[in-house]
Structures are given as structure tokens and as C-alpha cells.
Nanobody
Framework: QVQLSESGGGVVQTGGSLRISCAAS????????VGWFRQAPGKERESVAV????????WYSDSVRGRFTISRDNAKNTVALQMNSLESEDTAVYYC??????????????WGQGTQVTVSS
């Protein structure tokens, strides 16, 4: 069993940066692929960034590639998402999720409660 908790969300101006984190409990966290998803009002949840169990492989959606960076520290059971050059379209609730598989289509099994990111102009 893995429990996830996101933090670091907030309000940032267009063009600014924000770093959100996902803290996990559970001894098996380091064996899971972890991804960040987001859901904006009226839109479906979408995957934006995924990192492999050992942190060596990362995948990004076209909408964030080059602006967002996902990383993990298995010693601390954390996964972070560094978001730069933020745009109003990045406004959403961001969720982290741990699961099996690899790539953008991995299978999430455990979810956090989400953290709100609002980009204001």
C-alpha cells in the first residue's frame, strides 16, 4: 500500500515558476512508476509527466515538454515537478499517481488528493 500527498501548489503569474512535490509512504514506493496528472475545470484528467521507478527515464506530454521537469528521490520517497514558463492553460489541480508499467500510458494504482495550481495573467 502506498499513500501519496501533494504539496506546493499556489498562485503564480504567467511566465513564472512553481515546484510541486509528492510525498509517499510505503516501503515499496521506489518500485513504482510515478506520474503527474492534471485536471482543469470542465476538462478530462491528463497525464503531463512520468518518471520510471529509478528516475532514469522520463516522459512528457507535448504541452509541457521543455517547460516541466519531473524528478524523484527514492531515499526521501518524493517526486517533484518543476514547472517553468507557466501559462494560463497550466491552471489545474495536479495529482501524483504511482503505478506499474512505463511511459505516458502506465497504469496508476495509487493517487494523491491533488494540489491546486493557478496561473494568473
Amino acid at each position: 500500500q502506498v499513500q501519496l500527498s501533494e504539496s506546493g501548489g499556489g498562485v503564480v503569474q504567467t511566465g513564472g515558476s512553481l515546484r510541486i512535490s509528492c510525498a509517499a509512504s510505503g516501503r515499496t514506493f521506489s518500485s513504482y512508476t510515478v506520474g503527474w496528472f492534471r485536471q482543469a475545470p470542465g476538462k478530462e484528467r491528463e497525464s503531463v509527466a512520468v518518471v520510471s521507478w529509478n528516475g532514469e527515464l522520463t516522459w512528457y506530454s507535448d504541452s509541457v515538454r521543455g517547460r516541466f521537469t519531473i524528478s524523484r528521490d527514492n531515499a526521501k520517497n518524493t517526486v517533484a515537478l518543476q514547472m517553468n514558463s507557466l501559462e494560463s492553460e497550466d491552471t489545474a489541480v495536479y495529482y501524483c499517481a504511482a503505478g506499474l508499467g512505463a511511459g505516458m500510458n502506465y497504469s496508476p494504482r495509487y493517487w494523491g488528493q491533488g494540489t491546486q495550481v493557478t496561473v494568473s495573467s
